[in-house]
């Protein structure tokens, strides 16, 4: 079973940076495509960010060009480098990993941008 934590969220004041980590347990890590996604209250889940295996990204509209998804696969970690923080981007963020029908979840971080 692989096990997800993230870290590295806080407050912190728009146009501001927050970095993300989250921390896998599972030993095939590599293999595992790996998202942030974020949820504000009353509002569904939606999609950040996400890395393949292969080092390919994909971002939501609403953070491209200001958040950037890394992966070091020698600590099992995958990073969230947040620039430009709005308050808009208030949110539980969440680490995501899957790789077939396996699908994992973290517990989640709490982003606040303040204004």
């Known amino acids: 079973q692989v096990q997800l934590v993230e870290s590295g969220g806080g407050l912190v004041q728009a146009g501001g940076s927050l970095r993300l980590s989250c921390a896998a347990s599972?030993?095939?890590?590599?293999?595992?495509?790996m998202g942030w996604f974020r949820q504000a209250p009353g509002k569904e889940r939606e999609f950040v960010a996400v890395?393949?295996?292969?080092?390919?990204?994909r971002y939501a509209d609403s953070v491209k060009g200001r958040f950037t998804i890394s992966r070091d696969n020698a600590k099992n970690t995958v990073y969230l480098q947040m620039n430009s923080l709005k308050p808009e981007d208030t949110a539980v963020y969440y680490c995501?990993?899957?790789?077939?029908?396996?699908?994992?979840w973290g517990q989640g971080t709490q982003v606040t941008v303040s204004s």
């Open positions: 599972g030993r095939t890590f590599r293999r595992y495509t």
């Open positions: 995501n990993a899957r790789r077939g029908s396996a699908n994992y």
């Open positions: 890395i393949r295996p292969s080092g390919v990204t």
